[in-house]
């Protein structure tokens, strides 16, 4: 049976994150006695973008984490503040409808300059750097559905520009690709040191963070006057709340019945090197831009300001963590950039995504009080920000949640979960295998 991401080490893994992030704002012990009328679970992304926008509204929130900010996905990721879902816009008006999806389309779009505004005006120290995104084609075919890409955004307003194959070469160092489009609109995070903000922002506004307050359950309880409120429990103790946000993305455990079970766990390695030569580091991604590119299992890349080469997914497991899942990323460095010859990797370490059957993220009222937004698909630092926003609104009753910017899900457990390591396995198979076959125009090897 695979591994359950909560199994996961107590401690932060060795990163190249937690070793050069900020530090984490002191963050005391839960003990049961604090009180809330928002109870957030979860310090990632989500759930502190939640409890701050709760706490500039001046209302009291608590949130709970069993480990420390941005111990999840939010401290473990590649950094990326992506304008976009894992779709293209033209499919996420077919699948949300014109209005609804133009409308997500238009919060996604601004979804970098809600992240690199709050690192602004809360002044947070997370080597953010908004110079742009670069999405390599990794065949002549994905060349054409950039050049649509940037044909859209361009008539939305937004000024992406495709990039030719030599161009693209310029400005990443690599001639792999078939081309691609740059997106000004993204940039680049320390993504511990983005939580690391949203942390110490949320209590500079009055709101509160407890660790080791592991939640088992939340129940409903009856109050003298009618009504209900909800009971968060967890083995210090409990605290009672009107509304509970859920932000336990890849980590969620069995605290609310079925709700893991919405999509399926993937863990994804990341590789940092030594720093490189000067003259090489100078020639890849010169411009401070970071890559990913369009193949399925996407490779995110990065150059780092100490000149270490960052890369990032290509590849997953439901399971353990594996030398196998970091050689291939080791191997893909090797394609993109033989002029560095054999890297030695110093920092190592893996994360899970939370991973839904479509790739669109889920946003649920689970009961009346109770939501949830998760299954970000590997594209959360913006989309979770957005949601934990919008999930505020809906605490505070500025917004019901018909009227958020993503549209309710109805909830539905996947069928084939019990199977999700089997799964998982065989979609990474599949997809590496579609991968490296629709490589035609590029010069990846087939
Ligand atoms: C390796 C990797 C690379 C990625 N790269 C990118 C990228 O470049 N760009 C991008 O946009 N996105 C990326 N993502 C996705 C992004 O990191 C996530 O979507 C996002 O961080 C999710 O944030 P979150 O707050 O919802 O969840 P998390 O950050 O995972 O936080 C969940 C928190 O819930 C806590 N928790 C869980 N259960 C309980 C419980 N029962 N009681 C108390 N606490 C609990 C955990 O301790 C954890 O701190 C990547 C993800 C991974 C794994």
Redesign the pocket.
């Known amino acids: 049976m695979p591994a359950i991401p909560?199994d996961d080490q107590a401690d932060l893994p060795g990163s190249y994150w937690a070793a050069t992030a900020v530090p984490c704002p002191p963050v005391p012990d839960f003990d049961g006695s604090e009180k809330a009328e928002t109870v957030v679970?979860?310090?990632?992304?989500?759930?502190l973008s939640a409890a701050l926008h709760v706490a500039e509204q001046g209302r009291s929130v608590l949130v709970?984490?069993?480990?420390e900010p941005g111990?999840?996905?939010?401290g473990?990721?590649?950094?990326?503040v992506?304008a976009a879902l894992k779709h293209e816009p033209h499919e996420i008006e077919a699948h949300f409808g014109t209005e609804r999806g133009a409308e997500l389309i238009r919060v996604v779009g601004d979804g970098p300059a809600l992240v690199f505004g709050l690192i602004e005006r809360y002044r947070m120290d997370c080597a953010a750097r908004r110079s742009g995104i670069i999405t390599a084609a990794h065949s002549t075919a994905s060349l054409s559905d950039l050049k649509r890409r940037v044909e859209i955004w361009t008539r939305r307003g937004a000024p992406l520009r495709l990039l030719s194959r030599a161009e693209l070469e310029a400005a990443s160092g690599t001639g792999a690709y078939a081309g691609g489009c740059l997106d000004p609109r993204g940039g680049a995070i320390n993504p511990l040191g983005y939580a690391r903000g949203l942390a110490r922002a949320l209590i500079d506004r009055g709101g509160a963070i407890r660790q080791k307050?592991?939640?088992r359950a939340i129940k409903r309880r009856s109050i003298e006057q009618g009504g209900s409120r909800w009971q968060v429990i967890t083995e210090r103790g409990g605290v009672d709340a009107d509304t509970v946000i859920i932000?336990?993305?890849?980590?969620?455990?069995a605290?609310w019945p079925g709700l893991q079970k919405t999509f399926l766990p993937a863990r994804?390695p990341?590789i940092v090197s030594q720093p490189l030569r000067d003259n090489l580091a100078k020639s890849i991604l010169p411009d401070g831009q970071i890559m990913s590119d369009t193949r399925y299992l996407t490779v995110?890349v990065r150059l780092h300001a100490d000149g270490r080469l960052h890369l990032?997914?290509g590849g997953g497991t439901a399971g353990a963590e594996s030398d196998a899942l970091y050689a291939g990323l080791a191997a893909y460095a090797r394609l993109l950039y033989p002029q560095l010859g054999e890297l030695q990797w110093q920092y190592r370490w893996?994360?899970?995504?939370a991973m839904t059957p479509d790739r669109y993220p889920r946003l649920f009222e689970l009961a009346p009080g109770v939501a949830a937004a998760?299954g970000?698909s590997?594209?959360?630092?913006?989309t979770?920000t957005i949601l934990g926003r919008e999930l505020a609104r809906w605490a505070t009753g500025e917004a019901g949640i018909d009227d958020l910017a993503l549209p309710a899900s109805t909830f539905r457990t996947l069928p084939y979960y019990p199977l999700r390591g089997l799964i998982v396995e065989s979609a990474v198979r599949y997809h590496s295998f579609r991968d490296r076959s629709a490589r035609k125009g590029s010069a990846l090897p087939q």
């Open positions: 909560m679970i979860g310090a990632g992304y989500t759930g709970l984490d069993a480990h111990w999840g996905a939010s473990r990721n590649n950094g990326q992506v307050a592991h939640v932000g336990t993305n890849a980590y969620t455990g605290f994804t990341q995110g990032g997914g893996t994360g899970f995504m998760l970000y590997g594209r959360g630092i913006c979770a």
